[in-house]
């Protein structure tokens, strides 16, 4: 599994075959002295020469290219303000998105959408709720929202709101019927939702509502529509760093 | 503004870069990035090419030509080892054992194993569960050094810590205190300021914060009663010494 996304992402990187081949092993025993089980998601060429920059069951890991020498953080580059690591995160967490197929989605959309969310929400979290309570506003700015459901363990119950809103025949009205607070008759089906939790989990979003952008940029939490659409543009506006 | 402001001073340190000047690349490139936040201290670090810079309590390696940040715990992974937790951890020990016992709150058996720091608020839940137990926490040879450190979020903390600080016995006071006996507004000549700038510095945001005598933070799960404390404190012990002979 960790093979073929890496095989992904190898366009993007100035290794050759054989140098990715030896940076895989590199990053991957280096890391696996310290943390035995960690899986390791993608390996690159850092910006900083001696470096690779590695993505780790959702966690930025910079490895020196000796393999001595690790540190699970932030990469600053001190001029453009920017962390470096945000790069491998993103194309990481962009592979898991591309891998939830549209019909494991609760998607609300404006006809001619000129951006896509996608939007880890729980039933019974107060931020999710009230980025849905502008549900109309975001698709009014062309953004399309793709909800996945990702009920919180520390929101007893809300997995069984998840899976009557996945179950009910009108997903969608169902959906922000639970989001305003409704009492719903519990519905039960074959469902995503473990699949999503899985997902989610192995990429460290923790947190809901968690909104990522289409090449898998993280946008954080709640935010406002403006505020999203403007980032959206902005982002649109100069092309993702490789 | 801002931006062609740092982009001078990097390109300054970048055409002054001598055998010496990477400790200045490196104070440059930090002042651009947090003008705010005074450095306590630049060292080389075991990273080839990076400065370990202090701020705050905090580590951040920073490379020799100033250009990138890296913030994280840095591990030698030959060694196995979590290089910025030992640093902290030193630091964090240095400063503590700097401090004298005429500025902590000591309760201590005749003969200790072990001794512990405690930063401690009165009005904190888990500071006052950990001194239920401090009976037998002594009892069991463990020493407590207790450094109040009155969070901002508890108003009126600071000032039960100076109350209680000016009482006439000062370990009894405490202790009332942490029962929930309101000290009163007693006041006199006191550290409580200099032991929160301390806690501060030291980049400790919780209370409490409980520190093993080579300054490693125990895990609360660890502190919840005598047995488990005493074994804690004696494996990071066994940790240490194992560390030093191997230097």
């Not at chain 2, 512990?116 to 926490?137: G, W």
């Not at chain 2, 979020?153 to 370990?171: E, M, T, V």
Request: hydrophobic letters at 45%; a neutral charge.
């Amino acid at each position: 599994m960790f093979r073929s996304v890496l095989l992904m992402f190898l366009a993007a990187f100035t290794l050759t075959a054989a140098a990715q081949d030896d940076a895989n092993q590199i990053a991957t025993e280096a890391l696996h002295k310290i943390a035995p089980n960690a899986k390791v998601q993608s390996v690159r060429q850092a910006p900083l020469a001696g470096f690779y920059s590695v993505v780790a069951d959702g966690h930025p890991i910079l490895v020196s290219s000796d393999g001595k020498y690790l540190i699970e953080g932030h990469v600053v580059d001190i001029a453009a303000k920017r962390d470096i690591m945000e790069d491998g995160l993103a194309g990481v967490r962009r592979a898991a998105l591309a891998a939830i197929a549209a019909d494991k989605k609760v998607t609300f959309a404006p006809p001619h959408p000129k951006h896509r969310v996608t939007v880890f929400t729980d039933v019974d979290c107060p931020y999710c709720r009230q980025f849905h309570k502008q549900i109309a506003e975001y698709n009014k700015l062309g953004i399309a929202v793709d909800y996945v459901l990702y009920p919180l363990p520390i929101h007893k119950g809300a997995d069984v709101k998840a899976e009557t809103v996945w179950c009910s025949k009108n997903r969608n009205d169902t959906f922000t019927a639970a989001m305003n607070g409704d009492a719903l008759p519990v519905k039960t089906c074959a469902n995503p939702i473990k699949e999503i939790i899985g997902i989610a989990e192995a990429n460290n979003i923790t947190g809901t509502p968690a909104v990522l952008a289409e090449d898998g940029t993280m946008l954080g939490g709640y935010i406002a529509p403006d505020q999203l659409a403007k980032r959206l543009d902005d982002m649109a506006a100069t092309p993702a760093a490789q | 503004m801002l931006n062609k402001f740092i982009c001078l001073a990097l390109l300054a340190a970048a055409t002054q870069l001598h055998a010496d000047d990477g400790e200045k690349a490196v104070r440059d490139a930090m002042h651009s990035l947090l003008p705010a936040s005074p450095i306590d201290q630049v060292v080389k670090s075991d990273l080839p090419g990076f400065y370990e810079v202090i701020v705050s309590g905090q580590i951040v390696y920073v490379s020799a030509d100033g250009k990138y940040l890296l913030q994280g715990n840095l591990y030698n992974v030959p060694a196995k080892k979590d290089l910025t937790a030992g640093r902290i951890a030193s630091i964090r020990a240095q400063a503590v054992e700097k401090l004298p016992a005429s500025k902590k709150i000591v309760f201590a058996p005749e003969h200790p194993k072990h001794t512990v720091t405690v930063f401690t608020d009165v009005d904190c839940p888990y500071c006052r569960q950990f001194h239920k137990q401090i009976e037998q926490f002594n009892h069991a040879g463990i020493a407590v050094n207790y450094i109040l450190y009155p969070l901002d979020i508890h108003p009126g903390a600071d000032k039960k810590a100076s109350a209680l600080w000016c009482a006439a016995d000062r370990n009894a006071a405490y202790t009332a205190a942490m029962n929930g006996h309101d000290p009163g507004l007693a006041s006199c000549a006191n550290p409580v300021a200099e032991t929160k700038a301390l806690s501060v510095s030291l980049g400790i945001n919780a209370t409490p914060t409980i520190l093993a005598e080579d300054g490693t933070q125990v895990n609360s799960a660890q502190t919840t009663s005598p047995e488990l404390l005493l074994a804690e404190l004696d494996r990071l012990a066994a940790e240490h010494a194992k560390k030093v002979a191997s230097r």
